[in-house]
């Protein structure tokens, strides 16, 4: 039986733990949970005895390598905000429990370093939960690329939107303040930059962007018009706001978040019109691969429909891949919306044959089937052989969240970056 303890008991754990209490329970067990939040655990801790599993000690954050003395787990599931990622898997890997994190790895160059350290240090494993990569559809466009369809790849470009739904919730919750969560080029972009570096096998090296507030928080709000703000959604004198979000009749987001906000001090519906908001909403950036390749990549939050479009062009011809995903507010809805697919296109134009379309079957379960591959192939006893290489180590982490580092960078100084990845993080690893 592998034993599994937790780390962060917020909305972003539920995958995890909802699978090893249903679907693994023969094989795996949750042995502690771990949070700030002694209200949210007890609401966690009642969403995993539902099933039949059996009663779990709690742990303030404060005791959490208690919880490991105590529990003794063979993992740490770490899913608590961005920021703290690198604290609690290095403690964990220097206690001698292999890690599985969240995206992102972590937010900056410092803890980054950290991580590989202790990976060096220990010798212990870090998996990194790229689910995106799980998806059939992009999974396809890996094969595609694999099998030599539009041949060597010189560049891509990528833009991915946000909807008003989905997008505005970034700046509800801790992620808006980029010491937490690095900024979306951080928490969000990571994704898409892992699913270039997924699908080219390229490693990036150069980075430049732009980035700005232009939409969302007060100043922006005024100069369209707007005279009335609130500091949250509970209890707003605002009526019909479509930015507002209603905690009290949602049991998932009052259970984790209203009720828990007496012991946690974490407010989880803050105005998207505020003045503290230190992310931005529009960026752009360009990135330069090891293997000459260019992407040019754009991610926009407070957009009309949520998906994205794909370009790849190669010298045997172009794949365009248009996905439109369904609209959901974090831990708000059913979990199987997230990711999950409206539609989907994937078209190849070969240089000089005629185009056609490829299909690709949509499963069940969050993100077109492919949280239910991951979860398999992180908990199943014999995950089957993958070509694909699906399952993303730490270099994967790095080389994604490094993207979005520099990319911050760039927006704050105007000058380029390099990224040396042998140099600063994995010489040796």
Known sequence: MKKYAIVGTGSRAAMFYDAIATTYKNTCTIVGLCDQ???????THRQITKHGHADIPMYGYLDFEKMIDETKPDFVIVTSTDR?????????????????TEKPMTI???????????????????????????APNNTKIRELIMDGVIGDVFSVHFEWLLDTSHGADYYRRWHRNKHNSGGLLVHKSTHHFDLVNFWLGAEPENVFAFGDLNFYGRHNAEKRGMTAFTPRSHKSPIKDDPFAIDMEKNPTLKGLYL????D????????VFSDDISIEDTMGVLVKYNT?????????????????????NGSKGRIEYKVVEKSYINAGGNRND????????????PMFDAPYAVEVETKAGGHGGGDIVMLEDIFGDNP???KFKRAAGVKDGVMSIMTGICANKAIASGIPQNINLEAYFLTNS
Do not use: Q
């Open 338 to 349: 997230e990711g999950a697919l409206k539609t989907k296109n994937i078209m190849v134009y």
């Open 259 to 262: 009720d828990a906000e007496k």
């Open 384 to 386: 089957a052989p993958d």
């Open 37 to 43: 939040s002694e209200t949210r655990m007890h609401y």
């Open 84 to 100: 703290t990622h690198h604290d609690y898997i290095v403690r964990a890997m220097e206690k001698g429990c292999d890690v599985i």
């Open 264 to 271: 946690s001090g974490y407010i989880r519906d803050r105005s």
């Open 292 to 312: 000459n390749a260019i992407l040019t990549y754009s991610l926009n939050s407070y957009m009309p429909w949520e998906g994205f479009s794909v370009n790849l």
């Open 108 to 134: 900056d160059e410092k803890k980054t370093k950290h991580i590989v350290d202790a990976i060096k240090r220990t010798g212990r494993d870090l998996r990194v939960t790229f689910n995106y990569r799980y």
